[in-house]
């Protein structure tokens, strides 16, 4: 009877290890978009406040900085997605009645921290896609046809596992934001002076030992992040590119010295130029004042001005 009882015991300790171990598992593997979407019904949400997520329920660690009025939020970080073939054929909540997905405007869509390895084809669909969030997943390439989402002003794909960047991406002038930071990739062909009215440039933390002299061509730049690579020079063309914001070589370790030129002499981002081999003293005046500056958005701490460049090549600071 003893032994019958503790049969039954151990059989029912491994019947639930069992189970407990395929659960595991699932989590692990992930789940498919469509399979989440079938038992968690998708909602669209509005801005109602610039840079703020009020009422939009995405992560902390989801960004707010491209928020504008109006933009529409579908948030899916953090969801344990694998799979997110069939996105574009998505039925979406969207102002309390049930839309296509391909029919809300101003869209953007956060997939950050999830499994997702591979770009379906049908993404290019999504031409009403504004800004498109990939970080933290399992990137190892990223797939050319993303360059045929005609409307995407920004893409992100840090904290991956990516080597290279498709040329067909600098292809897509309409963009504003790219940021493949934390990642593996070793050189930027020219063709990314293509993307004329890029303002936020992120490659931090990659391995990067040279940058193409068409950074030149970027007139628009805001941030610049290069740090943590393995450079040894900038370009000098780059000397021209009048920055607003900030500039970061720094974590450089072999970068010794900066290029000059009417952009960074005139600019009034801060340069940060800590763990490189820069020495401030050998720096022209005008560009060592700039390594000693402040980010010129911020007054104690706080984001409050946005700077402008007028025609005649003057500085605006508006308080936001």
Do not use: W
């Not at 032994?3 to 992930?30: A, M, P, Y």
């Not at 993303?146 to 995407?152: K, Q, V």
């Not at 974590?251 to 763990?275: C, H, S, V, W």
């Amino acid at each position: 009877m003893k032994k019958r009882f503790l049969f039954r015991l151990c059989t029912s300790l491994v019947s639930l290890l069992l189970i407990s171990f395929t659960s595991f598992g699932h989590d692990v593997h992930g789940i498919a978009l469509m399979d989440y979407a079938r038992k968690h019904p998708l909602k669209i949400y509005t801005v109602t406040v610039s840079q703020k997520k009020e009422g939009i329920p995405i992560t902390e660690t989801d960004q707010t900085n491209n928020f504008a009025l109006g933009n529409k939020i579908l948030p899916l970080s953090d969801k344990g997605l694998k799979d997110i073939r069939g996105i574009s054929k998505l039925i979406v909540e969207y102002n309390g009645q049930e839309t296509p997905i391909t029919e809300v405007p101003d869209l953007q869509i956060f997939l950050n921290r999830n499994e997702i390895s591979e770009i379906p084809k049908e993404l290019s669909q999504l031409d009403n896609v504004i800004f498109i969030y990939f970080n933290e997943n399992r990137f190892k390439e990223v797939a050319p046809h993303i360059a045929g989402m005609e409307s995407l002003l920004g893409m992100y794909f840090s904290g991956n596992d990516i080597s290279t960047v498709p040329t067909e991406i600098f292809g897509m002038k309409q963009l504003k934001k790219l940021e493949f930071a934390n990642n593996r990739i070793e050189q930027l062909p020219e063709e990314l002076g293509n993307l004329t009215k890029l303002y936020h440039l992120k490659f931090c933390g990659n391995k990067l030992r040279t940058l193409p002299e068409s950074m030149g061509n970027l007139t628009s730049l805001r941030v610049v992040d290069f740090s943590d690579n393995y450079l040894t020079y900038v370009p000098e063309s780059f000397a021209d590119v009048f920055i607003f914001y900030v500039l970061r070589p720094n974590g450089n370790k072999d970068l010794a010295t900066l290029p000059t030129g009417p952009g960074f002499a005139a600019m009034p981002a801060r340069i940060e130029i800590q763990g490189t081999a820069i020495d401030p003293s050998k720096l022209p005046p005008e560009i060592r004042e700039r390594t000693e500056a402040d980010d010129p958005r911020y007054e104690n701490g706080v984001k409050t001005y946005r700077i402008e460049r007028t025609s005649s090549g003057g500085i605006i600071k508006t308080r936001l």
